[in-house]
């Protein structure tokens, strides 16, 4: 099955408005969880990464929470490989805690679940760097930015979408007085 019948199967594409992490609004939501309440579908997302990346000798895969643990999770346990995780730090920004362990000049593959801005990627890079480790690649189950990336790492999405979003002053959606959801906590 194909990444995106994933999604739609699930009911994991939502039509309306929303606001984004990221602040931006979208007419468009990927509700990731929707889809990861299926381990089946998990495990192909996770092997499509998996397969992209597999001559790229990784010794671990690194996510940030929340959704981003899972993802490392089968990643690695695909590759035979270990897996971390980055947590919000008092700075707020990703960080290894909890005995997470990278040596340097460990070949790190970065994963994460729908990718907009990138932030939360580039935060855990910058955590994978401060350790020293070897960002080798990016692996995303939705990419949905507007412009390609620059991760300084091969960027892989299972699935690559239209990236329809606009600052919220300048929101469409919003001069339309189209109600707006914010997503992800209900």
Not at 28 to 45: A, C, G, T
Not at 94 to 105: C, D, M, V, Y
Not at 118 to 135: N, P
Request: charged share 25%; hydrophobic share 40%; glycine share 10%.
């Amino acid at each position: 099955m194909k990444a995106e019948e994933m999604f739609r199967k699930s009911g994991a594409i939502l039509d309306g408005h929303f606001i984004l992490t990221s602040g931006r609004h979208s007419p468009v939501y990927w509700e990731k969880f929707k889809v990861m309440q299926y381990p089946q579908y998990v495990s192909q997302l996770c092997g499509m990464i998996v397969e992209h990346y597999k001559n790229e000798s990784i010794d671990l895969v690194a996510g940030p929470t929340t959704a981003g643990i899972i993802l490392a999770f089968e990643v690695a346990r695909q590759m035979g490989v270990r897996a971390i995780y980055a947590e919000k730090a008092e700075n707020k920004t990703f960080a290894f805690k909890r005995g997470a362990a990278i040596s340097p000049g460990d070949r790190v593959l970065v994963v994460d679940d729908v990718l907009t801005t990138g932030g939360s990627i580039r935060e855990v890079i910058a955590a994978v760097k401060e350790r020293k480790g070897i960002v080798v690649g990016v692996g995303v189950l939705v990419d949905r930015t507007e412009h390609p990336l620059d991760f300084g790492a091969p960027l892989y999405g299972c699935v690559r979408a239209e990236a329809i979003s606009y600052p919220a002053e300048n929101c469409p959606l919003c001069a339309a007085k189209i109600p707006l959801v914010k997503p992800g906590g209900s």
